[in-house]
């Protein structure tokens, strides 16, 4: 699986708009794992924006910077994003709300989305696969601040909360080694 985000990292980063309110972790350890659950598909579609037509769920845009442990940004990470639907559900036959992006010169991501429903044993996040060139592959999920399943979730790191500058806004920076 590895070989296959490899192959992508040939192709070149998108242009990316910058947006502030992305505030950086400390660099000098890695952003934590954690586990990718049952629902990740390969090959999902180069794209920004996950927003389906129709959608009536609240829109979310996520932004930050892919930084390496010397806190300087990795340009051309890969970043691949799946989560659930307005309905708590992982469209496992097709891609929706699933794509893949490239950081910029300055290590710079946006995705517009949506905020995804939460679903039975789980609160409400986005799973996330990074990759710096040539380097190891990163599988987190990052979290609301907040919410009530939080603290039932078995899973749930407060260490991967993103920082909600307004409700339709969020943002992370990742470390990868």
Same mark, same amino acid.
């Given at each position: 699986?590895?070989?296959?985000?490899?192959?992508?990292?040939?192709?070149?980063?998108?242009?990316?708009?910058?947006?502030?309110?992305?505030?950086?972790?400390?660099?000098?350890?890695?952003?934590?794992?954690?586990?990718?659950?049952?629902?990740?598909?390969?090959?999902? @579609?180069? =794209?920004?924006?996950? *927003?389906?037509?129709?959608?009536?769920? +609240?829109?979310?845009?996520?932004?930050?910077?892919? /930084?390496?442990?010397?806190?300087?940004?990795?340009?051309?990470?890969?970043?691949?994003?799946?989560?659930?639907?307005?309905?708590?559900?992982?469209?496992?036959?097709?891609?929706?709300?699933?794509?893949?992006?490239?950081?910029?010169?300055?290590?710079?991501?946006?995705?517009?989305?949506?905020?995804?429903?939460?679903? @039975?044993? =789980?609160?409400?996040? *986005?799973?996330?696969?990074?990759?710096? +060139?040539?380097?190891?592959?990163?599988?987190?999920? /990052?979290?609301?601040?907040?919410?009530?399943?939080?603290?039932?979730?078995?899973?749930?790191?407060?260490?991967?909360?993103?920082?909600?500058?307004?409700?339709?806004?969020?943002?992370?920076?990742?470390?990868?080694?």
């Amino acid at each position: 699986m590895i070989s296959l985000y490899r192959r992508r990292l040939v192709g070149a980063a998108l242009a990316l708009p910058f947006t502030s309110g992305a505030w950086a972790q400390s660099c000098g350890s890695a952003t934590p794992r954690e586990t990718e659950g049952p629902f990740f598909k390969i090959d999902s @579609p180069q =794209r920004i924006t996950l *927003i389906e037509p129709g959608t009536k769920a +609240p829109k979310l845009v996520v932004s930050g910077q892919v /930084l390496s442990a010397d806190c300087k940004p990795v340009a051309n990470a890969l970043l691949d994003f799946w989560h659930a639907d307005e309905a708590g559900d992982y469209d496992n036959r097709g891609y929706r709300y699933r794509g893949h992006q490239f950081t910029d010169s300055e290590g710079r991501y946006r995705l517009e989305t949506i905020v995804p429903a939460v679903y @039975p044993g =789980r609160t409400r996040h *986005i799973h996330v696969k990074v990759q710096r +060139p040539g380097g190891r592959l990163l599988t987190t999920q /990052l979290y609301f601040p907040d919410e009530p399943q939080n603290p039932r979730d078995g899973l749930f790191r407060p260490d991967l909360v993103m920082r909600m500058s307004d409700r339709d806004r969020g943002a992370f920076d990742f470390v990868v080694v």
